[in-house]
């Protein structure tokens, strides 16, 4: 199993930026893909970017290209969201999520495990 705690949330101007970490638990974190995902009140959870297990390939969603990066320190054992550029509708609740397939899966259905999230607020 795999336990995960993100952290780095906080407020911040829109325009402004923030880096979210994800520590994870476990010895075999690196052989899993990992995601993240945020959610809005009264929204569905969405993705957000996910990387491969290496860290060789990386996706977001279309919405955040240009402005975040997904990165990952197999050694430490932590998944990174950098994000920059924030909007006031980016506030929410931002989890980590981890994939124990080979796959880099984008739908929230397909990870195993789940952080317990960090909030992003972005004021305008």
């Known amino acids: 199993q795999v336990q995960l705690e993100e952290s780095g949330g906080g407020l911040v101007q829109a325009g402004g930026s923030l880096r979210l970490s994800c520590a994870a638990s476990g010895r075999t974190f690196s052989s899993y893909a990992m995601g993240w995902f945020r959610q809005a009140p009264g929204k569905e959870r969405e993705f957000v970017a996910a990387?491969?297990?290496?860290?060789?390939?990386?996706y977001y969603a279309d919405s955040v290209k240009g402005r975040f990066t997904i990165s990952r320190d197999n050694v430490k054992n932590t998944v990174y969201l950098q994000m920059n550029s924030l909007k006031p509708e980016e506030t929410g609740v931002y989890y980590c999520?981890?994939?124990?397939?080979?796959?880099?899966?984008?739908?929230?259905?397909?990870?195993?495990?789940w952080g317990q999230g960090t909030q992003v607020t972005v004021s305008s």
């Open positions: 999520a981890a994939d124990r397939s080979s796959r880099v899966p984008t739908g929230p259905g397909d990870y195993d495990y």
């Open positions: 990387i491969s297990w290496r860290g060789a390939s990386q």
